[in-house]
């Protein structure tokens, strides 16, 4: 599968976030992720491995009761079943691969 950059698609998940899959198979789905200042993801846990890369923004990403403050460039990684919870600073960008497959993300 491939795919050209496209400012269409994009899905609101809940307030002040939208995403857009991008490409996906068998086994990981790649998604951009836009965040609002302000918005924020309460705390979840899913069976997917979700893995991600801030683009832009900064946030406050907790696992499992840690705290982490994310800036541009940095990186983390979910294990699936693991609860986890953000906050957003200002607007944000990221990448974010799920394995497996969020099918929920593809039927929206």
């Not at 198979?25 to 302000?38: A, M, N, P, R």
């Given at each position: 599968?491939?795919?050209k950059?496209?400012?269409?698609g994009?899905?609101?998940i809940t307030d002040?976030?939208?995403?857009?899959?991008?490409?996906?198979?068998?086994?990981s789905l790649?998604?951009?992720?836009v965040f609002?200042?302000?918005?924020s993801i309460e705390?979840?846990?899913h069976?997917?491995e979700?893995?991600?890369y801030?683009i832009?923004?900064s946030f406050?990403?907790?696992?499992?009761?840690?705290?982490?403050?994310?800036?541009?460039?940095?990186?983390?990684?979910?294990?699936g079943?693991?609860e986890?919870?953000?906050k957003?600073y200002e607007?944000?960008?990221?990448v974010?691969?799920?394995?497996?497959?969020r099918?929920?993300?593809?039927n929206m």
């Amino acid at each position: 599968m491939f795919s050209k950059k496209d400012t269409e698609g994009y899905r609101e998940i809940t307030d002040g976030i939208k995403m857009k899959p991008l490409v996906h198979g068998s086994k990981s789905l790649l998604t951009e992720i836009v965040f609002e200042k302000d918005s924020s993801i309460e705390t979840h846990n899913h069976p997917h491995e979700q893995t991600g890369y801030l683009i832009s923004g900064s946030f406050k990403l907790t696992i499992e009761g840690e705290n982490y403050q994310v800036e541009p460039g940095d990186s983390w990684c979910i294990e699936g079943g693991t609860e986890h919870s953000a906050k957003f600073y200002e607007d944000s960008v990221a990448v974010e691969v799920f394995s497996p497959v969020r099918e929920e993300y593809l039927n929206m």
